[in-house]
């Protein structure tokens, strides 16, 4: 519809999405919508509710009954389910517990996210703007890089992809930017980059879907040991919103034994995570900074369960953090976090031990089951508190809940 196109159908791995009641509608006509649990008025809250009403994919506008902006909207499709994806803005919120909409298609919708094949790999531009790429091949890992801020500076390490970038630190050339992988997985080191070391390589991809509000990338992986043999499998979904002020994007990722049980170590070096811009790091006593939810900073925020982390720092002339926040869903929520003054910046719920948190993070999967990892990732200008990240972690923890009904 008027240029945006769902390229085919994605799945939504352990998604919160709002509950619904709705009845069938053909296309060109409108739909009510409610919205409840709209109270986070401080901060843009990214909904993605699953809907039962007949809603061909595309782009809608929701206006709101009486005053107030109206919010551009999409449907998506996931066998034969339909999404609609919104970001209710601070203004568009209020103190109220629900608010109705009627939605409607948008026949001239601004540029939202698209996400564009590119060799082996996809491309994320959101608003117009590059924003990062999903690299696939290089490497024994898949992972994002660059990732661009909301100022335009990019917000992670650039070694080893680039290795001649003046004043970058050149320790742990494992650390590709954002990435999500473990250090013993049945004995097998799939984090660092040596000989007899783990890789994981993609081995499907479902068609992607771009649109004014949100865009979707879902990949399957297997995990082979040094000698090619799985060991497991994962599926990752990541969605990419257009927001106003930062840049959010979701990133779920299930854990499966495919290939019989798997036993996952207790080590620290796990498990998502990402290598901050250097000029960030701590280390340099320049500005950067740590802080969590619980109100710890730097090194006193190492090995912590949290259910928030933000790492802040000057890239350029300018602040910016990165905060990744973690679903409460999310296994062995809240978890500790790998985060180092020099940089590095994972959440890891298996290293218990050499965190000093007294028991044992070793956990065995039988075959054929799994286990989810859900993160929200809020890249931002300023540091920590230049947004209310206990609303956004809140707003990400329980979603408003949405209904749409046909007129």
Known sequence: MSGWVQHGRIGVVGLAIGVLVSASAAAGETWNVTIRGTGEGSVEVPVVARVEADLPPGAYLLRPEGEGPALPAQVYEDEGRSYLALILKPESQGDEDSRTWTLAPDPDPAAGVSLRPKEDDVEVFIGGDFFTRYIAHDGPKPYLYPLIGPTGAEMTRNYPMKTDVPGETTDHPHHRSFWFTFGDVNGI??????????????????????????????TADDWLGPDGAKVCSDERELRFYHTRKGRVFDFDVTLKATAGPITLGDTK????????????????????????????????????????????????????GI?????????????????????????????????????SGRHVLPAGESITFRYRIILHAGAADALDLPAAFRAYAQPPTVEVRAN
Not at 190 to 217: A, H, Q, Y
Not at 294 to 318: C, I, K, L, M, N
Not at 336 to 349: D, I, M, S
């Open 189 to 218: 080191d799939f984090w660092t980059e040596r000989d007899r070391t783990g890789s994981i390589r993609e081995s499907d991809r479902e068609p992607l879907v771009s649109g004014p509000v949100v865009g979707v990338l879902r």
């Open 323 to 359: 905060a990744i926040l973690e679903h409460p869903e999310s296994f062995r929520s809240p978890t500790p976090w790998h985060v180092r003054t020099y940089g590095l910046f994972a959440a890891n719920p298996f290293g218990r031990t050499e965190f000093g948190l007294n028991k």
């Open 269 to 320: 070096e796990g498990m998502f995570g990402l290598r901050v811009a250097s000029t960030m790091d701590v280390d340099r006593q320049a500005g950067g900074r740590i802080v969590n939810s619980e109100g710890q900073t730097d090194d006193a925020a190492w090995g912590q369960p949290a259910h928030w982390v933000d790492y802040s720092g000057p890239v350029g002339d300018r602040t910016v």
